[in-house]
């Protein structure tokens, strides 16, 4: 598919660009709206997207930044909300907004092609394009549940913990701000919108939650998992290049146990993996544990750290007709560390620990009692320790749904309007590790 641009450049901070016969001013540091742009898919069918233009520089070098193309939600190839109509109805209204999972570009951003304040701009762009869906959304729902992801939060901490944390390596791998603090001015917005959502809804009979469904901590180094599990004998590379990624470099006829994604170790067991060597029953528990109690101790001798504050069995964990498709181990890393960049796509490198100077530099995928979420709700909540996996249950039982068995979390405890009246309390903040 091919969707042709043609860009004339005007001077040192402008240009021109012209697509599908549309021409649209480029300005040096300033996105373009969303620009619509066609594909030709097959004779007489077209696929729609959107996108933005960022002009970075017109010489010496012309250097244009493209964001990802996202589905055109006015004209969408796909349903991309529930009804589909609903997308539609929400273009017509606002007029085109981002609808990429995740639409901010944090990749650009580690790779250099977009500076910081690219990247900034674009977060905060996508929050009031968010903000705009929610308030339409409250204003819609008389009675009911309303609910809305915004995704800066996530996407900021990530990328700019290198700011508040003076021992990173990203601060000299990155460019890095010393006089800013873009997450403490995200928190600034973010209070600010909470306040426009309980102006909103003062004087109804409304229960407002807002919930993080984890908190943050440093990123400073990453583990490969598989080159541990190769110098403990559990893993063996194939002679010749590591360079190769999704495992393909592992001879499993000697791996026991191998590592993918962000946190599991799965062992390579007959019967559930192609090339599986590891008897299920009595030999995989005794893997397991052996496994767990070996990595639990693992010291960073450089920095003289633990690594791993704890390691969970899966089967011990999880319950479910699918616990057996997960990872076998689930790594609780201390603060600091976590999956490195190769562990997470199968590939093993010469060493264990490697500096992240990414820009992304703030994780939440370590020990959960290392980054516990936070609930704020609007009423006293009796719960002592309220859990993610309770908003569920609460939700269902505060409109009068029967939770089924199969849910792990329970109905928080919740006041209702006429306790609040009386008791006149505050709203509390709770935090734990949700």
Excluded at 412 to 431: R, W
């Amino acid at each position: 598919m091919k969707c042709p641009f043609v860009v004339t450049i005007k001077d040192d901070f402008s240009a021109d660009i012209k697509i599908n016969g549309v021409g649209y001013e480029l300005r040096k540091d300033e996105y373009t709206e969303w620009i619509k742009v066609d594909f030709k898919a097959a004779p007489g069918i077209k696929v729609h997207g959107i996108c933005k233009f960022l002009l970075l520089s017109t010489s010496p070098e012309f250097e244009l930044y493209v964001t990802p193309i996202n589905i055109d939600p006015e004209k969408p190839a796909m349903p991309i909300s529930y009804p589909a109509i609903y997308s539609t109805y929400l273009a017509k209204r606002q007029g085109p907004f981002a609808t990429l999972g995740l639409a901010e570009d944090s990749w650009a951003l580690n790779e250099k092609v977009l500076v910081d304040d690219g990247f900034i701009q674009q977060c905060i762009n996508m929050d009031r394009e968010r903000e705009e869906m929610f308030f339409d959304a409250l204003d819609k729902v008389k009675r009911g549940l309303c609910v809305c992801v915004f995704d800066g939060t996530d996407r900021l901490q990530h990328t700019f913990w290198r700011d508040i944390d003076e021992g990173h390596p990203a601060r000299s791998g990155q460019a890095s701000g010393e006089q800013r603090n873009v997450i403490e001015e995200l928190y600034q917005r973010m209070d600010a919108l909470a306040g426009r959502t309980l102006a909103k809804c003062n004087g109804k009979d409304t229960l407002v939650m807002i919930i993080s469904d984890h908190g943050f901590n440093t990123f400073r180094y990453g583990v490969d998992l598989n080159r541990w599990l190769e110098e403990k004998g559990y893993l063996k590379v194939k002679d010749g290049s590591r360079e190769h990624k999704y495992l393909t470099a592992v001879d499993w006829s000697g791996t026991r146990a191998f590592a993918i994604g962000l946190a599991g170790i799965f062992l390579n067991l007959k019967g559930r993996e192609s090339q599986g060597i590891v008897e299920p029953g009595a030999e995989a528990a005794e893997l397991r544990k052996e496994i767990a109690g070996k990595l639990t101790v693992l010291a960073d001798s450089e920095r003289k750290q633990p690594v791993v504050k704890q390691v969970y069995n899966a089967l011990e964990i999880y319950r479910g007709p699918y616990k057996g498709e997960s990872p076998d181990l689930l790594v609780g890393y201390n603060k600091g560390y976590r999956a490195s960049w190769e562990t997470a796509v199968g590939q093993v490198t010469e060493k264990i620990f490697h500096d992240n100077t990414k820009a992304w530099s703030g994780d939440h995928c370590i020990d959960h009692s290392l980054v516990p979420g936070v609930l704020f709700c609007n009423r006293p909540i009796a719960t002592e320790h309220p859990r993610l996996m309770d908003i569920g249950p609460t939700v269902l039982d505060m409109f009068g749904v029967e939770v089924p068995k199969y849910i792990d979390g329970k109905p928080l405890v919740v006041a209702d309007t006429a306790e609040v009246g009386a008791a006149k309390e505050e709203p509390k903040v709770a935090t734990e590790a949700m």
